[in-house]
């Protein structure tokens, strides 16, 4: 009988150990979303019990904050936090170790609570009961380990997060070379550096990231991808490597190949501005008119000082010939950015479908004067032309 009463009481306390964990994992999840809302004062995702899956899942709206329930006991996945992301090494470091604070935040005060404290046996069961979810939520995320997301890219446990960024802390000096002649936007000289490190065999893993981010700037994308190959054969891959390739088969506008490296990223990096952006640029030369507003439109709630989103939403607004959303779209994007020769072709076409000839041959006329490449641009200004001698 006894052996039967130690076997049910141990399985009730990891039944109650396992559902509390529900409850200490939004704290866990809290420590990291609070200090990346003060850093990014961007909206910011909370998944419990899943890797980034909102399918069934329970929904709760906090200012900022979105969080998404998912309660399965059986198949519990601890949970995750995905927000827009930070340039400083030191907010990303108070980032990914505020979960595992917030975690000993419960654990450390009611040990002392227990140990000092005379309570009652519910009491002090259920206490214990959440020292001990705090404290396996404590050591599992802080144990270097990686796992597959919903969408097949990796997710880094807070550990190998920290590890990874501690990394970049304490770069070598070629590194740190080559990372100031690409802020000097000095991308051949760049290419170069890391050119000669190359020639002595493997390079660091950071080091190959911005060998290809200057070979993009520079546009030799066929390169950058033959070097994207090469760091596979070495390192493991991140998302930010999978949004690298997404960005260099952007350029050569093979956009169902982007989108299919952009969406690996979108599990952990679904807030990302500029990740939703092109996301949805890729969607719109594809000719998916929904998910591209909807990606574009999800860009523009996040970061409304990008301008590519606007116009872009812009020109989607314009193909479904929704002639008023695309003005307010494109008109706000050129107000910003009166140069750019695309915003002022796509408005011209925007004019002449509504029978505003002048300002499509205006349109038309300064597009070609800032040497937009866009197919068409010539005929449609010379039609316009001969329309207005009419």
């Given at each position: ?35 990346a809302?003060?850093?990014?004062n961007?909206?910011?995702n ?11 899942t ?24 995905s ?34 404290y ?13 020292i ?8 599992v ?31 070598s000096?070629?590194?740190k ?11 051949k ?6 050119e ?92 998916n ?40 779209n ?10 750019n ?5 796509y408005?011209?076409?925007c ?14 006329l ?19 032309r001969?329309?207005?001698e009419?």
């Amino acid at each position: 009988m006894e052996y039967i009463f130690g076997f049910l009481l141990t399985g009730l306390a990891i039944f109650s150990i396992m559902l509390v964990r529900s409850i200490t994992t939004i704290f866990h999840e809290f420590g990291h979303a609070i200090p990346a809302l003060l850093f990014t004062n961007k909206p910011v995702n909370i998944y419990i019990g899943s890797y980034g899956d909102t399918y069934k899942t329970k929904k709760f709206k906090l200012g900022k904050f979105t969080l998404y329930f998912k309660f399965n006991l059986f198949d519990w996945k601890i949970g995750m936090c995905s927000h827009e992301q930070v340039q400083s090494l030191r907010q990303r470091i108070i980032i990914i170790i505020g979960g595992p604070f917030a975690s000993l935040l419960i654990a450390i005060p009611l040990s002392i609570w227990l140990l000092n404290y005379s309570m009652p046996d519910w009491m002090y069961y259920l206490t214990c009961i959440f020292i001990m979810g705090a404290v396996i939520d404590f050591f599992v995320n802080i144990v270097p380990y990686r796992v597959n997301s919903l969408y097949g890219t990796e997710i880094l446990s807070d550990g190998n997060q920290l590890l990874i960024t501690l990394s970049l802390m304490h770069s070598s000096d070629d590194y740190k070379k080559i990372l100031k002649l690409i802020k000097e936007k000095s991308f051949k000289q760049a290419i170069s550096e890391s050119e000669d490190i190359n020639a002595n065999g493997k390079l660091e893993s950071g080091i190959y990231d911005l060998y290809i981010h200057a070979l993009i700037e520079d546009g030799q994308f066929d390169l950058a991808l033959t070097k994207y190959q090469e760091k596979k054969a070495y390192y493991k891959l991140v998302e930010s490597d999978y949004f690298l390739v997404g960005t260099i088969y952007l350029k050569l506008k093979n956009y169902k190949e982007a989108l299919k490296y952009f969406e690996h990223c979108f599990a952990t990096n679904g807030l990302d501005a500029s990740l939703l952006s092109q996301m949805g640029l890729c969607h719109m030369e594809l000719g998916n008119h929904e998910f591209a507003l909807r990606d574009l439109s999800a860009s523009i709630s996040n970061n409304p000082n990008l301008l590519e989103p606007y116009a872009n939403r812009g020109i989607v607004y314009f193909r479904l010939k929704q002639y008023h959303q695309a003005f307010h779209n494109l008109k706000f994007a050129l107000e910003n950015d009166p140069e750019n020769g695309k915003i002022h072709y796509y408005l011209g076409q925007c004019y002449e479908d509504t029978h505003a000839l002048q300002e499509a041959y205006d349109h038309y006329l300064k597009a070609d004067k800032l040497n937009c490449q866009e197919h068409g641009l010539a005929y449609r200004m010379e039609m316009v032309r001969l329309d207005l001698e009419r």
